[in-house]
């Protein structure tokens, strides 16, 4: 790789986590029982070790990453003069976390969050409801970041 393309893939990779860092709307998309792609709305919040996302254990999101664990997560930009998208795919495998996984930490502005969420807190119990709420993680092993472009073709 050329100290240009290196410069420029570097660049967007340092765009990518920044996306990542600010943003919490995104889709994630899972297989269901007999296979089909479904997507689905959710709140993810970034890690260093990954996107953290938390869900009723009997939801279909939270079935279908257990049982076929390969998702792809693409979280958009979004805020005040946000351009169109640009976003960030990250494909991996969700893992279920521990009943006492903390949360992440809330690095997130609340003009971020989808209506009717609110940034964890640590210790937070409506983050696990007795156990009927659990954190999944998807590692940050596969990071894309969609350009404008990429969208509009």
């Known amino acids: 790789m050329t100290g240009a393309a290196s410069r420029t893939a570097r660049e967007a990779q340092d765009r990518a986590h920044?996306?990542?860092?600010?943003?919490?709307?995104?889709?994630?998309?899972t297989r269901t029982a007999a296979g089909a792609a479904v997507v689905?709305?959710?709140?993810?919040?970034?890690?260093?070790?990954?996107?953290?996302?938390n869900t009723y254990l009997?939801?279909?999101k939270a079935r279908n990453?257990?049982?076929?664990?390969?998702?792809a997560v693409v979280v958009v930009e979004c805020g005040a003069g946000a351009p169109r998208p640009p976003g960030v795919l990250?494909?991996?495998r969700a893992e279920l976390?521990?009943?006492d996984a903390d949360p992440p930490p809330a690095t997130v502005e609340p003009a971020y969050l989808l209506p009717g969420v609110t940034?964890?807190?640590?210790?937070d119990p409506i983050w696990s409801l007795n156990g009927r709420r659990r954190w999944f993680r998807v590692p940050l092993t596969?990071?894309?970041?969609?350009?404008?472009?990429?969208a509009q073709a």
Do not use: C, N, Y
């Open 18 to 29: 920044a996306i990542l860092q600010a943003g919490t709307r995104g889709f994630l998309a």
């Open 97 to 99: 976390l521990p009943e």
């Open 142 to 150: 596969d990071v894309t970041l969609l350009e404008a472009t990429d």
């Open 90 to 92: 990250v494909r991996g």
């Open 58 to 60: 009997k939801s279909a």
């Open 65 to 71: 990453m257990i049982r076929h664990p390969a998702v």
């Open 119 to 123: 940034a964890p807190v640590p210790g």
């Open 40 to 53: 689905h709305p959710i709140s993810v919040f970034h890690r260093a070790d990954g996107l953290w996302m």
